[in-house]
């Protein structure tokens, strides 16, 4: 969230939307958005934003340390490197003990899978 400033704050995202499929911007890549009421070029939250807005929060964006801005949610790391899915088929007998011992437990069948793959293979 950027400050404007007068006490409002405004979102900036970081790709824009396909806005120019609904006419709204056109598909030349040109980001400028004008209207008949002078330099407003949109609004956020209901509140107008100007020319003016933009800059100051452009100005403000350039000053940020890219290192030091909080990474966006998502899941956890569980290791050194992204986690991969592995699909794997259990008959409907040993599905159920997995979902017992996970709700015993209060942890999730995948934690199960992955705390069980773990003591059989001896690996941390």
Known sequence: MLDLGDGREMAIHATPKR??????????????????????????HGKPVTEAD???????????????????????SMGSEPA????????????????????ADDTTTNEIIRETIRRFLHVA
């Open 19 to 44: 806005s120019h499929d609904r006419g709204l911007l056109p598909p030349t890549g040109d980001m400028t958005m004008t209207n008949n009421k002078g330099n407003v070029v949109g609004t956020s």
């Open 54 to 76: 933009i800059e100051r929060m452009a100005a403000e964006a350039a000053s940020y340390d890219i290192a030091e801005l909080r990474p966006r949610g998502g899941r956890p």
């Open 84 to 103: 991969e899915v592995v699909p794997v088929r259990l008959d409907p007998e040993l599905r159920a003990a997995v979902e017992a011992r996970a709700t």
